[in-house]
């Protein structure tokens, strides 16, 4: 099968230039000036004209909910949102139910997406206080890496004494995530505000519950650890203008052992917008501050947060509707998150580059991912299509995750997702699905 995408706008490696780009099979067969194939030997050709091609998004930070959630997702829906969405390969958290926490669930989980999910994957392990054993026995060729839960979790997954931790980061042969909250810290925050609100605690005062000192006091004791063990360490979602000291941007991504991601809603969303949004936009760590979204943003450009990711973790809407106290936290973004980073360029907040480094190139990088995250002669042909001209409103009702809403609802994006290749299939194509083939397992050259 061979597929010649003419005279389209490659977004790689810093640069935007016109090119065909020949897919053959699985691969990115070549990559040359407009015009310089004949299109009489291949076996579908696409204008490209006037639209722009980038490799396709890998996302480091989902939750899928199977087994176990799968009234709120299943990795079969949200690997097909997530592709709908420019996201070709995902890592998958381990709080679902059974917890990831042992080699048989965390088999099942990759047993299951070989199955059914479009998109290319990974899983990780979680840490709890007592399975270093299962840590020290997995495979990091095939596993993108060990989750801690320094805050809020569920089960036997929230892990704060300090014998675990040292043992964890002593013995991690990979990347260390990090949830960085407090507990401690946001249940005597959580008491206090509850007893100011008898009656039921305001959304608004979610993230003053979970405020910046709850995210530094964990993150700078993730980071301490990473330093007196030389861990490599990725703290995910940093949401506070006070933890970014904590990073730094001296030594070139390949180098560095201490690394941070930043999601969407943290770049996009303020606490402004929960008297219009309400729970929608109850995440963990919380949506802050306008100051603090403006930190965290400048921190990426300035290359102090290394990759871009959603966090992706999607409740039913009947649980967002449930009072602050009950409402879980989290939201369904796979689908919308590159629409609203292309929208942030529009904005002139970002560039197309930037983003397309941020979310493909960085991850492929920090997580040590062969021959993905680029657009280059002989990689896997993980691309995406994009109208940057052809706006449209976010709506639930259009929503492919299971759960059938979004956080956008109502949001007027003007670029659009057109279609979505992975390895080499155009899986996702306006609309319209190829779901005889399925993603890969993602490999990790450590």
């Not at 964990?218 to 949401?239: E, F």
Request: proline fraction near 4%; charge should be negative; charged fraction near 25%.
């Amino acid at each position: 099968m061979k597929t010649l995408i003419q005279n389209v706008q490659v977004v790689n490696e810093g640069k935007i230039i016109a090119r065909d780009v020949l897919i053959q099979d699985e691969k990115i067969w070549d990559i040359l000036p407009p015009n310089s194939f004949n299109p009489g030997w291949v076996n579908v050709v696409i204008d490209g004209t006037g639209k722009y091609l980038i490799p396709g998004c890998i996302d480091d930070q989902v939750h899928f909910r199977e087994p176990g959630l799968t009234h709120k997702a299943e990795i079969a829906t949200e690997a097909k949102a997530a592709v709908a969405g420019g996201i070709t390969s995902f890592m998958e958290m381990p709080n679902t139910v059974p917890n990831t926490v042992n080699l048989d669930e965390l088999a099942k989980k990759f047993d299951r997406a070989q199955q059914v999910s479009l998109a290319n994957y990974s899983f990780y392990l979680g840490a709890t206080h007592d399975n270093i054993d299962q840590i020290k026995a997995m495979d990091i060729k095939h596993t993108c890496g060990i989750k801690i839960f320094m805050g809020s979790s569920t089960g036997n997954m929230l892990v704060d004494d300090e014998s675990s931790l040292n043992e964890i980061f002593k013995h991690a042969k990979t990347i260390v995530a990090t949830h960085c909250e407090d507990d401690v810290l946001i249940a005597e925050r959580y008491k206090t505000i509850q007893a100011q609100f008898p009656s039921g605690i305001p959304i608004d005062q979610h993230p003053i519950i979970r405020n910046d000192e709850a995210c530094y006091r964990s993150s700078s004791k993730a980071v301490a650890l990473a330093k007196k063990h030389d861990a490599r360490l990725h703290v995910l979602h940093i949401s506070t203008a006070k933890e970014i000291d904590l990073f730094d941007n001296s030594l070139p991504l390949s180098e560095k052992r201490i690394t941070a991601e930043a999601c969407l809603h943290h770049l996009w969303f303020s606490d402004q917008d929960y008297s219009r949004l309400g729970s929608r936009i109850k995440w963990n760590p919380a949506v802050k501050s306008t100051h603090d979204r403006a930190a965290v943003r400048q921190a990426l450009i300035d290359g102090k947060i290394d990759v871009l990711a959603t966090d992706h973790a999607p409740h039913t809407s009947e649980e967002k509707k449930l009072p602050y106290e009950k409402c879980p936290s989290g939201g369904p973004l796979v689908q919308h998150a590159l629409p609203a980073a292309l929208e942030l360029v529009k904005q002139g907040v970002f560039s197309l580059e930037f983003i397309v480094q941020k979310y493909c190139h960085n991850v492929a990088i920090l997580y040590q991912i062969p021959n993905r995250g680029f657009i280059r002669k002989g990689y896997q042909a993980d691309c995406v299509l994009i109208d940057m001209h052809s706006p449209w409103m976010a709506q639930d009702e259009h929503s492919l995750y299971k759960c059938q809403w979004t956080p956008f609802h109502g949001t007027t994006f003007h670029s659009r997702i057109l279609k979505t290749w992975v390895n080499g299939t155009c899986v996702y194509d306006e609309g319209e699905w190829n779901e005889t083939i399925k993603g890969q397992s993602l490999i990790f050259s450590r």
